[in-house]
């Protein structure tokens, strides 16, 4: 059967001629067990648990309760054993425990589990804390609240995932703004290997407005926005989509046409320039229109509204259409010229033409004119 000991050392164990055990046997611990009784500071004791003074170990004048257990013959060996710690020097409380089963009798390693400073900062696995609450390891909770972020002195130089905020400082999104928010990163001691994101806010009642942004091993990176306006989402900055976007409608204000790229995956509508391209003739367009009461090869309404439109393929058949049209326009330009050709040599023709009825006249007038003279 186990049983719950204090100690103060593991180690050796001494039996003195009454059969009490100082724990360890080093003519200084105030440990004692008798039987299944213990007695700190106390030689004999009657009971199960008897503590007659405090006590101090270490030269630091710290004062210390050793916690244990052991085994149903008294033996410590095969246990964990812990520690609490109180330093008057420094004002702190903790705890710690072994991190390793004993087989010797003694703990010859001791980990911080918890401490409480001088000025009010707790550490769970640290015997230092640096803040309020300094945590080495992973926190799991239902809800997570910070009233106030950490203040930074420039976005580029944190790479501790934590909250933040700061008021005008370099590579802010905005200058003399304040702004809080959230910094994942990636710390490394090797540069090459730092990366991280950051989402930010803009601190604003009216016009909240957010950021975030993707961050290389420098820390740099370009902020993207996002502004929440009366249920509608507004992206400022560059979007980059590898896969798929579903809509019921896209509306595009404003936007110069060099700044809007879409992938056609290697498709285009040049093919219609080559030479073995069969473009329809017009009566044929024509006819496909009153048939069909749309262009050829362009969905028509219905299929829009039940399918979607794809706007990589719509836009290669509205190019393609625009290729066939300007096909037609050079087409139409030719016969244009040949008809304007045709009636110039016609006009030349012509005017050739009463030229020579011109002289006819002369001539006939002229011999008119001796016929009367005889």
Request: proline content about 3%; hydrophobic content about 35%; aromatic content about 10%.
């Amino acid at each position: 059967m186990r049983k719950l000991i204090i100690l103060l050392i593991i180690g050796f164990v001494g039996v003195s001629a009454l059969g009490q055990v100082r724990v360890p046997d080093d003519g200084q611990s105030p440990i004692y067990y008798k039987g299944s009784n213990v007695g700190i500071g106390n030689t004999n004791p009657n009971n199960n648990l008897e503590i007659s003074d405090a006590y101090s170990f270490h030269s630091g004048g710290h004062k210390v309760i050793g916690l244990g257990y052991s085994i149903s013959n008294g033996s410590m060996l095969n246990g964990y054993v812990g520690e609490l710690r109180w330093d008057p020097i420094n004002g702190k409380l903790s705890f710690a425990n072994s991190t390793t089963s004993l087989t010797t009798g003694q703990a010859t390693s001791m980990y911080g589990r918890f401490s409480i400073d001088k000025n009010g900062n707790v550490g769970i696995g640290t015997y230092h804390p640096n803040y309020k609450l300094d945590v080495v390891g992973s926190i799991k909770g239902k809800t997570m609240r910070v009233d106030f972020p950490n203040v930074i002195n420039n976005w580029n130089d944190e790479w501790q995932c934590a909250f933040f905020d700061g008021y005008n400082i370099p590579n802010s999104p905005e200058s003399n703004q304040w702004f809080w928010g959230v910094n994942m990163g990636h710390r490394s001691n090797n540069p090459d290997y730092r990366y991280g994101g950051q989402l930010v806010i803009r601190n604003s009642s009216t016009s909240p407005t957010m950021y975030f942004r993707s961050r290389d091993k420098n820390g740099d990176g370009f902020w993207a926005k996002v502004l929440h306006n009366k249920g509608n989402q507004r992206i400022e900055g560059n979007l980059i989509v590898n896969g798929q976007i579903h809509s019921e409608e896209m509306e595009v204000k404003d936007i110069a046409a060099n700044n809007i790229t879409y992938s056609t995956n290697g498709q285009t509508a040049d093919f219609v320039f080559a030479d073995n391209y069969k473009l329809r003739d017009l009566s044929e367009v024509e006819t496909f229109i009153k048939d069909n009461k749309h262009l050829p090869d362009i969905p028509s309404a219905a299929e829009m509204e039940e399918q979607g439109v794809n706007l990589a393929e719509m836009n290669k058949l509205l190019l393609q259409k625009v290729e066939e049209l300007t096909l037609y326009a050079i087409e139409k330009d030719k016969e244009v010229k040949q008809l304007k050709a045709d009636r110039k040599k016609e006009k030349a023709d012509r005017k050739q033409l009463e030229v020579e009825m011109q002289k006819m006249k002369d001539y006939f007038e002229d011999i008119k004119k001796l016929l009367l003279s005889q």
